[in-house]
T-cell receptor
Framework: KAGVTQTPRYLIKTRGQQVTLSCSPI?????VSWYQQTPGQGLQFLFE???????NKGNFPGRFSGRQFSNSRSEMNVSTLELGDSALYLC????????????????FGPGTRLTVL | GNSVTQMEGPVTLSEEAFLTINCTYT??????LFWYVQYPGEGLQLLLK?????DKGSNKGFEATYRKETTSFHLEKGSVQVSDSAVYFC?????????????FGKGTRLSVIA
């Protein structure tokens, strides 16, 4: 069974640009969650999508947005990039929504390393 | 709100040494607790979990016991190997507090030297 895939793996952008990252979940998984990982803040939750609906959102500005398609693939978009957006962006898929089960295992992709210059 | 605190790293050990990584949590409900591991260049993998008090999670020689009285979930391994070098994250999921996402600690980097 194929794991979670994320594209691209590495990305370099300049301040003010926008970027779109893609995540393909494990087949049959309907929940996709996005996290930002930085050395200073650790892993921070961005948002979760389940069956094309945003179920939960972390404490990030509106420049961060996402969507999920009918095949459960998800994209996240960051507009007007800032230097502080440089991070590893991880997505995780699970069969159930996070709110439906507290022991619902999430499977993580390898991440997209975004560097903003 | 819910939070996880784990010991700061990095932790450097010799092969076959005993490992403990401390993790304590704050939760308003009755959370499930997890340890995830991140190897270089990879995403996170679930290492072990415990869903209620006094449960012991174990995998690949690692163990952690859910201690409600001390709100802790310390990770232990009796004899570490070089291949255990990675970043370890403690996390909690608290469905009873409503629609809250998985909450992670800041991670502890472990380096094992031969």
């Amino acid at each position: 069974k194929a794991g979670v895939t994320q594209t691209p793996r590495y990305l370099i952008k300049t301040r003010g640009q926008q970027v779109t990252l893609s995540c393909s979940p494990i087949s049959g998984h309907r929940s996709v969650s996005w996290y930002q990982q930085t050395p200073g803040q650790g892993l921070q939750f961005l948002f979760e999508y389940f069956s094309e609906t945003q179920r939960n959102k972390g404490n990030f500005p509106g420049r961060f947005s996402g969507r999920q398609f009918s095949n459960s693939r998800s994209e996240m978009n960051v507009s007007t990039l800032e230097l502080g957006d440089s991070a590893l962006y991880l997505c995780a898929s699970s069969r159930l929504a996070q709110a439906e089960s507290s022991y619902n295992e999430q499977f993580f992709g390898p991440g997209t390393r975004l560097t903003v210059l | 709100g819910n939070s996880v605190t784990q010991m700061e790293g990095p932790v450097t050990l010799s092969e076959e040494a005993f490992l403990t990584i401390n993790c304590t949590y704050t939760a308003t409900g009755y959370p499930s607790l997890f340890w995830y591991v991140q190897y270089p260049g990879e995403g996170l993998q679930l290492l072990l979990k415990a869903t209620k008090a006094d449960d012991k999670g174990s995998n690949k020689g690692f163990e952690a016991t859910y201690r409600k009285e001390t709100t802790s979930f310390h990770l232990e391994k009796g004899s570490v190997q070089v291949s255990d070098s990675a970043v370890y994250f403690c996390a909690l999921s608290d469905r009873n507090s409503g629609n809250t996402p998985l909450v992670f600690g800041k991670g502890t980097r472990l380096s094992v030297i031969a």
